[in-house]
């Protein structure tokens, strides 16, 4: 399989469908021999963050340590699928910059279907009072405005969401539009 190195920036709200669609295009590109590395907002607040609060300036550098893991990786032919909230337009244009080859995915679903969806119960403790900053309650998220890609996880279900990114990347030239 031949590709080339590239981010691919998954954001959205809390429950939206971000780690269950890079997940499974990690499959698929798994199988297709890809070099492939996934940064999971979650594990890299446990391993690479793990110091940084939730202030706008903490949230800031942890995209900006994200990004900076992403650009390396990217640099060397890897296709790194970055699951992360990252609430703020500016920082993640910030990132693209440094990076380069940046494939933004809006993974776009409604508060209220993502408090539905919410596994952690982190909406129900946010509008109890009890989560202070929370993405979507009582902090912003700021949609892209011109993403590569929007899956619309609460109109389209995962395999239609799995098609728009497999077809962009191969329009892009990332990965061979092969099988």
């Excluded at 080339?4 to 780690?19: E, I, M, Q």
């Excluded at 494939?103 to 279907?113: D, F, H």
């Excluded at 119960?121 to 998220?141: M, N, S, V």
Aim: hydrophobic share 35%; with cysteine.
């Amino acid at each position: 399989m031949q590709h080339r190195g590239v981010t691919v920036w998954f954001t959205g709200l809390s429950g939206a469908g971000k780690t269950t669609i890079s997940g499974a295009i990690a499959e698929i590109l798994q199988q297709k021999q890809c070099k492939l590395e996934i940064l999971d907002g979650d594990i890299v607040r446990e391993n690479l963050t793990k110091g940084l609060g939730f202030s706008k300036a903490d949230r800031d550098e942890n995209i900006r340590r994200i990004g900076f893991v992403a650009h390396l990786l990217t640099r060397n032919g890897v296709i790194v699928l970055v699951s992360a909230i990252s609430p703020y337009r500016e920082i993640r244009q910030e990132v693209r910059g440094k990076i380069g080859d940046f494939v933004e995915v809006y993974v776009n679903a409604p508060l209220t279907v993502c408090e539905d969806r919410d596994v952690k119960g982190l909406y129900k403790k946010a509008r109890a009072g009890e989560i202070k900053g929370f993405t979507g309650i009582d902090d912003p998220y700021e949609a892209p405005t011109n993403p590569e890609i929007e899956c619309n996880t609460d109109q389209e279900d995962l395999s239609e969401s799995i098609a728009k990114v497999m077809q962009k990347l191969a329009e892009l030239g990332y990965i061979s539009n092969d099988d």
